[in-house]
């Protein structure tokens, strides 16, 4: 993984005011409107630990058990909401969209592929946690 890519990226688009993460759901629910109701009517919060996790998935990327571990319980905390396997790939979809919006110009296809790769990487990991259909069936 291109983690010197991940990291200035994320330094260009990134800001303190979840600016990123704010317009990442405005695009998300624009292109998937039936997420919509997964969520609270606020999503400023929800805004909030989503660039906590972004911030911390980067600063372990060098520690696959902190990631299995943690991912998967997210995963699993997510699946207990309703979020399954289709939505992953709309969230890196729109998460990306974000990114190169508020990249403009010094985003770059590098930028892209990075950020691809990591999000896929995430979702994998996250969707280990869901139930299998035996743990459903029970």
Known sequence: MDTETLMSSLS??????DGLTLR??????????????????DVRPQAAMLRQAIVAVLE??????WLGTNLAALGAKHAGYGVTEPMYAAVG???????????GQEWT?????????ALTAV????LAGHPSEEELAS
């Open 123 to 126: 979702s994998q990991l996250m």
């Open 24 to 41: 990442f759901y405005e695009i998300l629910f624009e292109r998937y409107p039936a997420v919509r109701p997964l969520f609270s009517r």
């Open 60 to 65: 372990h990327l060098d520690d696959s058990a």
């Open 12 to 17: 260009l688009v990134d800001d303190d005011e």
């Open 93 to 103: 979809e729109c998460m990306i969209a974000a990114m190169q919006e508020r990249g």
């Open 109 to 117: 296809l590098a930028m892209t592929d990075a950020w691809t790769e």
